[in-house]
């Protein structure tokens, strides 16, 4: 965890906590707000449900788990309205999650490493037609799992929401085995 810690913090990521596994919860509320699809990927890619696997399966995969590390990107945004800020922050946590993923993924080869929304690793995904292009890359979103980020937060001992003008963004590696 340690290694791991680490890396997330050179990356650049605002918020870093290891997590009590044991405490992760893959809840059917979580499942349904994604299946009312207000972000639009419900059904549209191999890293969301239905594609990603039953909320039982999901939650299985997190039993294996033994340790896990949680990582934010926090905003600070001029008003309500900064879009412009709350996209570059979107942006930036992918961008670094990918990283981290990735170096989790040579560390530890059967992680699970969950993200924030949909995967984006190719323009367009090919689900339903054809298989992913890139198993071995692909993430799930952290409430594809079932996993209500605010609990996840709070039991790892770190804030969900940081204040009027912010907005958080968080990801996570969980290590199986
Ligand atoms: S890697 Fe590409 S094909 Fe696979 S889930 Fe992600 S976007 Fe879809």
């Given amino acids: ?12 990521f605002t918020g870093v906590a290891p997590m009590d596994v044991s ?10 707000m994604c299946a009312s699809d207000r972000c639009r990927r419900y059904g549209h890619s191999w890293s969301c449900p239905p594609a990603c696997g039953t909320i039982e399966e999901t939650a299985e995969r997190m039993r294996a788990c ?7 990107t926090t905003a600070q945004l001029e008003d309500e309205f900064d879009i412009e800020s709350m996209t ?8 670094r999650f990918l990283r981290l993923a990735r170096q989790a993924r040579l560390l530890y080869p059967d992680c699970l490493p969950l993200t924030a929304g949909s995967c984006t690793i190719c ?10 292009r890139f198993p071995g890359k692909m ?3 952290m409430e594809a799992y079932g996993l209500l980020v605010s609990e996840v937060c709070k039991d790892a001992g770190i804030p969900y929401y940081y204040g009027p003008g912010t907005l958080t963004y968080s ?3 969980l290590i199986r085995g």
């Fill in 1 to 12: 965890m340690e290694e791991l810690i680490r890396l997330a913090l050179e990356l650049g």
């Fill in 23 to 32: 405490k992760l919860r893959a809840l059917p509320e979580v499942r349904e």
């Fill in 66 to 72: 033994t340790a896990g590390v949680l990582v934010q």
């Fill in 88 to 95: 570059r922050a979107q942006e930036e946590h992918k961008a």
């Fill in 123 to 132: 323009r367009s995904c090919t689900y339903p037609d054809r298989p992913c």
């Fill in 139 to 141: 993430m799930s979103s």
């Fill in 171 to 173: 990801a996570c590696i």
